[in-house]
T-cell receptor, first 115, second 115 residues
């Protein structure tokens, strides 16, 4: 089945540093999304990307939909302590007639920010 | 609070027992999803509804799992004859059908522990 591979698996950074993480797949996705999950909570949508090459920002977050449609990256600038959490990429592919309900998630990048 | 609500937040049960979880979506949303998440992994799609119709069910979902969404409002997920491998966080999400693929609003989940 489809799989998304996220890297790195975890990051330990100092407050104020920039962060970059990415997500790759062996198959094409038509939509890429980035979610953040805090402990004990459900994921929260950060950014949605719908077009190859698209670059979208949400405050200090910037994400891009790769030209090949097989990857995406997320950057966080000037990290702050509340950026701590698990970041998941997710993709949607309509290959094979998949309905619009099914997202495939990566395994997550755990971000720790030291004050 | 107008977010997605899930009940209970935690459930401990013995192997072989049946359990039922409830999800109340954001009231205007016509799509409702169930995902399962195990420790260290991203959410995994189980099933989804548009209004009261169940449009897709994961092949990973055994016959012991059943979901309903009567009247297109709240939803229930039942697991019969629970097994230890069913231990996971069960996440419910909802969305509009026509406001961007993948823009899901997740609840805080129900953590199931099967002893």
């Amino acid at each position: 089945g489809q799989q998304l591979n996220q890297s790195p698996q975890s990051m330990f950074i100092q407050e104020g540093e920039d962060v970059s993480m990415n997500c790759t797949s062996s198959s094409i996705f038509n939509t890429w999304l980035w979610y953040k999950q805090d402990p004990g909570e459900g994921p929260v949508l950060l950014i949605a990307l719908y077009k190859a090459g698209e670059l979208t920002s949400n405050g200090r977050l910037t994400a891009q939909f790769g030209i090949t449609r097989k990857d995406s990256f997320l950057n966080i600038s000037a990290s702050i302590p509340s950026d701590v959490g698990i970041y998941f990429c997710a993709g949607f592919s309509n290959a094979g007639g998949t309905s619009y309900g099914k997202l495939t998630f990566g395994q997550g990048t755990i971000l720790t920010v030291h004050p | 609070d107008t977010g997605v609500s899930q009940d209970p937040r935690h459930k401990i049960t013995k192997r072989g027992q049946n359990v039922t979880f409830r999800c109340d979506p954001i009231s205007e949303h016509n799509r409702l999803y169930w995902y399962r998440q195990t420790l260290g992994q991203g959410p995994e799609f189980l099933t989804y509804f548009q209004n009261e119709a169940q449009l897709e069910k994961s092949r990973l979902l055994s016959d012991r799992f059943s979901a309903e969404r009567p009247k297109g409002s709240f939803s229930t997920l039942e697991i019969q004859r629970t097994e230890q491998g069913d231990s996971a966080m069960y996440l419910c999400a909802s969305s509009f059908a026509d406001r961007g693929i993948g823009k899901l609003f997740f609840g805080s989940g129900t953590q199931l522990s099967v002893l």
